[in-house]
């Protein structure tokens, strides 16, 4: 059927409605991939649902001007970018309205103007992780648009050129390694020089078991024949039955606006080298460019420490539960008068509200996975009433659904900015000032 295309949702689809002249379905919504606003197009529904239906893209009868051509020969079989049909500037458009509409939607005011800040489209990922896949030789490979059936790639456009270089290398040299022996996953990991490479490996049920005399050995037969084709290898771990060997070193080093962090194999850090000092500066100064400072802050969900480390405060209390994070988070802020916590967020907060820790900070940042917060941690925020809090959200739904529950606690939105993290992608990164009334 011909779909005109009203707006773009989060997800990547573009949002049509069947014809109202439709006997069964006239008026339900459909969700298409692949489309842009304004666009008529033709195609075939593929999944009925009650309220709405998906389908797939059959022709663009109405191109929009905005639409440009890929720039990834594997769009769009493969399921990692949704926005390559659009150029960059509209990408970031369409992120601002949807980002609008959700706030709209759970009633939360928000300033006059969302400020925004992006960088360059391509090359900008530190961090990839592929499937193994076993065919003539080994490939390496994404999934399929929505399918869990894999596609093999010889190349990543949006990915740091050191990481083409290393699917490359692995490609050419995996299976004489025996790489589908020794994993089912891979992650290239680079720092922003390229001059430093972290490889992890990560076996599955189809990985053959065995004992860890072999697997240390393949691990090193595959990190040394690496090496030899990639000389700024710097480590390689294998992450098998809740322990991980490694050859080389754990870490590298991640310079970013001056601040070297250490970064680890299987930790975690953000994944845009271009735009890590920009969204540095929006979390750590105020709307004026001076620095956030004072005598207590607290930096939840804090991973390395990226944040609490650029933090100009007097003693920052940083919160990080996953182990190889929390064991980068403690030497990155070796030295400094702060104070590293291996906890979960819930369970800080809970210990601080039965009075295990006394000093109410002046500043509260966050970065949470995209679950968000959740009500009993938004009320336990409520509680401690921080006269600030910089909200870092990577997931629109569920930042809306917090800020609304902290609305209450007399808080309001100062400054919005959409960071555009993940350029050819439905993702994006917020960071939102909040101060309390």
Request: some cysteine; charged content about 20%; hydrophobic content about 40%.
């Amino acid at each position: 059927m011909k779909l005109r295309i009203e707006k773009a949702v989060y997800g990547g689809d573009g949002l049509a409605r069947i014809p109202a002249d439709e006997p069964t379905s006239g008026g339900k919504t459909v969700f298409v991939p692949g489309t842009l606003p304004g666009e008529l197009v033709e195609a075939s529904i593929t999944t009925e649902r009650r309220s709405f239906s998906t389908a797939g893209l059959t022709t663009i009868l109405e191109p929009s001007p905005e639409r440009v051509v890929p720039g990834c020969a594997y769009v769009p079989r493969c399921g990692g970018c949704q926005y390559q049909h659009a150029g960059a500037a509209f990408q970031l458009q369409m992120k601002l309205s949807i980002l609008k509409e959700t706030l709209a939607r759970a009633h939360v005011p928000v300033p006059a103007e969302i400020g925004s800040l992006a960088g360059p489209p391509w090359g900008y990922r530190n961090r990839i992780r592929l499937h193994v896949m076993k065919r003539a030789g080994v490939a390496l490979a994404y999934r399929r648009q929505g399918s869990h059936e894999l596609l093999p790639v010889t190349h990543c456009p949006i990915a740091a050129p050191l990481l083409e270089q290393a699917i490359a290398a692995v490609t050419r040299m995996g299976a004489e390694a025996g790489l589908d022996k020794l994993c089912d996953e891979v992650e290239f990991f680079t720092n922003s020089e390229q001059d430093q490479l972290l490889v992890s490996l990560w076996p599955g049920p189809r990985s053959h078991r065995q004992p860890a005399r072999l697997r240390d050995q393949a691990l090193e037969a595959f990190a040394e024949q690496l090496h030899a084709q990639l000389p700024v290898l710097t480590g390689v771990g294998l992450f098998a039955e809740g322990e991980m060997m490694h050859w080389g070193q754990r870490s590298l080093t991640y310079t970013v606006s001056g601040h070297a962090y250490q970064a680890s194999l299987g930790g975690f850090f953000q994944v845009n080298r271009f735009l890590l000092p920009g969204l540095l500066q929006l979390a750590a100064e105020n709307s004026a460019g001076e620095k956030r400072s004072g005598g207590v802050a607290w930096d939840l969900y804090s991973g390395a420490g990226l944040f609490a480390r650029a933090l100009d405060f007097a003693n920052v209390t940083a919160v990080e539960s996953a182990g190889f994070s929390a064991d980068d988070l403690k030497h990155n802020l070796a030295g400094k008068a702060h104070r590293v916590v291996r906890s979960s967020t819930l369970d800080f907060l809970r210990n601080h509200s039965s009075g295990a820790a006394k000093a109410k900070p002046e500043l509260i940042l966050l970065d949470p996975p995209r679950a968000g917060l959740g009500k009993e941690i938004c009320a336990h925020l409520g509680s401690v009433a921080a006269p600030a809090i910089v909200y870092i959200s990577c997931d629109p739904a569920t930042f809306a659904r917090d800020i609304q529950s902290l609305l209450p606690f007399k808080y309001s939105l100062e400054t919005i900015h959409l960071v555009d993290l993940f350029p050819q992608t439905f993702h994006m990164e917020t960071v939102t000032f909040l101060k309390r009334n």
